[in-house]
Nanobody
Framework: QVQLVESGGGLVQPGGSLRLSCVVS????????MGWYRQAPGQQRELVAS???????NYADSVLGRFTISRDNAKKSVYLQMNSLKPEDTAVYYC???????WGKGTLVTVSS
């Protein structure tokens, strides 16, 4: 059974940084692409960043240059380094594994002074 568990969310001031982590259970993690999504109150869930099995990355325009996605196949983990955070980055952040509809339960990021 595939399970995804996110961590690392919290309250941070504008301009601050956070690093989100997502650990994935199950086998063959390395062959799947991974993505980070977010959903703000009253908004649709949107793709923030993705990384292929080969390490190629893609970012939403709104986070380009501020966020970095990475993965560690040995730890079955994917990360999202978030710098220069803005209030509009406030949302629940979800991790998703490719190859099916596999989602974590999310971790809340609040950017506020």
């Amino acid at each position: 059974q595939v399970q995804l568990v996110e961590s690392g969310g919290g309250l941070v001031q504008p301009g601050g940084s956070l690093r989100l982590s997502c650990v994935v259970s199950g086998s063959m993690f390395s062959i799947y692409g991974m993505g980070w999504y977010r959903q703000a109150p009253g908004q649709q869930r949107e793709l923030v960043a993705s990384i292929t099995s080969g390490g190629s990355t893609n970012y939403a325009d709104s986070v380009l240059g501020r966020f970095t996605i990475s993965r560690d196949n040995a730890k079955k983990s994917v990360y999202l380094q978030m710098n220069s955070l803005k209030p509009e980055d406030t949302a629940v952040y979800y991790c998703k594994r490719g190859g099916g509809d596999y989602w974590g339960k999310g971790t809340l990021v609040t950017v506020s002074s």
